[in-house]
């Protein structure tokens, strides 16, 4: 039997409660179709710099490197400075283990209320550039005095980082309905996203089989909303990703529901799965949280190592579960964070 060793790493808040319960899940289909996990659990975050100053130890990726996968709720606690958790965990595991497709599928699950007045389905996925752009780090505040003060943040894209992720966007599309959509504001920002739109201009003349077609960010945002069913892979950059993937869930019917893959394409370092959403520290420890977006993350973990079954597996009974109307609070339900991991379980 195959055995997949998985680094667990819930984080903090709503973290804690989610990524058992969806481990529940994957571990039932792993019964069903003959597969098992060998898990270690990782304390890493917020609650850990509280003891020790920092997110994880100096060995953590090393340590890390040896799994098939990590499998991560979500950082960051009231009271500890919000830009900790990108910097000191986030970006550093995405870019070490070259984590360069952020892989955000949107659709609509049966049974949820969403908030577009249109009834039409759809069904699309968010690739988002993950190592570059505007999230380098790269900058500096000039705080001389008082009255004067600067702050500057540089993106950095290169041509490696937009040829890598745009193939992974093309190809993706070949398994899809064949259009890509990119997503740039190269109106405006003259040097960084001119530069995307000419390297995925030239990429895409190798998919001649590929409708490829090209937005900017103001507008496909506002494509989310009142006409989401035309897109199928949507490419963008690291901070527009972001943005456009908490549209996503948004028009899903909550944060709640979105999954994500922190993808390593050539499979030379472990790839993370996450939800799209944080830790909720306003939700947390009352044990309402959706693990929905969490159970999806896991669906991708089952993909990216090849269960395809499993996967598609789950996805069907979490479907059948929203369905039958049994839906956590932020969709309008009563049921706790376990009853719907459970339901799923026996829906399986
Ligand atoms: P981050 O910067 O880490 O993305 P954030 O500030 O964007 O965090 P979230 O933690 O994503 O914030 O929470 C945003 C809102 O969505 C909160 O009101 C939270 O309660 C709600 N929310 C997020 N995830 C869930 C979930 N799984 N179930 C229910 N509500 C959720
Ligand atoms: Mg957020």
Not at 162 to 176: D, G, K, P, S, W
Not at 233 to 245: A, E, Q, R, W
Not at 315 to 324: H, I, N, P, R
Request: aromatic residues 10%.
């Amino acid at each position: 039997m195959t055995k997949y060793k998985i680094a667990v790493v819930p984080g903090d808040g709503i973290g804690k409660e989610i990524v058992p319960a969806a481990m529940e899940v994957l571990l039932a289909a792993g019964e069903k179709f003959g597969f098992s996990f060998d898990m270690e659990n990782f304390d890493y975050g917020a609650g850990y710099y509280l003891e020790h100053g920092k997110f994880m130890p100096e060995d953590a990726l090393e340590k890390l490197k040896a799994f098939d996968a990590v499998y991560f709720g979500a950082v960051g606690l009231p009271g500890v400075d919000d830009t900790l958790p990108a910097k000191d965990y986030t970006f550093k595991v995405r870019t070490q283990f070259q984590q360069y497709v952020n892989y955000r599928p949107v659709r609509v699950y049966p049974g949820v209320t969403r908030p577009l007045r249109s009834e039409k389905p759809f069904d699309f996925v968010v690739v988002r550039e993950n190592t570059e752009g505007e999230f380098v780090q790269v900058g500096n505040q000039y705080l001389p005095d008082e009255e004067n003060g600067m702050g500057v943040d540089t993106s950095i894209f290169t041509r490696k980082g937009i040829e890598r992720v745009a193939h992974y966007a093309f190809q993706l599309a070949r398994t899809r309905r064949n259009k890509v959509t990119h997503v740039t504001k190269s109106n405006t920002l003259i040097n960084s996203l001119s530069y995307w739109d000419r390297v995925i201009k030239e990429v895409a003349t190798q998919y001649p089989d590929v409708t490829h077609d090209q937005m900017y960010i103001d507008n496909a945002s506002a494509s989310f909303v009142l006409k989401p069913e035309v897109f199928d892979v949507v490419l963008t950059t690291n901070l527009f990703g972001d943005i456009l993937s908490d549209l996503g869930g948004a028009i899903m019917g909550s944060l709640g529901l979105g999954g994500a893959g922190n993808i390593n394409p050539e499979k030379d370092f472990p790839s993370m799965f996450e939800p799209i959403h944080g830790s909720a520290p306003d939700i947390a420890g009352k044990n309402i949280a959706n693990p929905i977006g969490q159970i999806w993350s896991g669906v991708m973990m089952l993909e990216h190592l090849g269960e395809n079954e499993a996967a598609n597996a789950i996805l069907a009974a979490v479907d059948k579960t929203t369905e039958s109307g049994v839906l956590p609070v932020d969709l309008g339900g009563s049921s706790s964070t376990q009853e719907i991991s459970k339901a799923v379980i026996s829906n399986l």
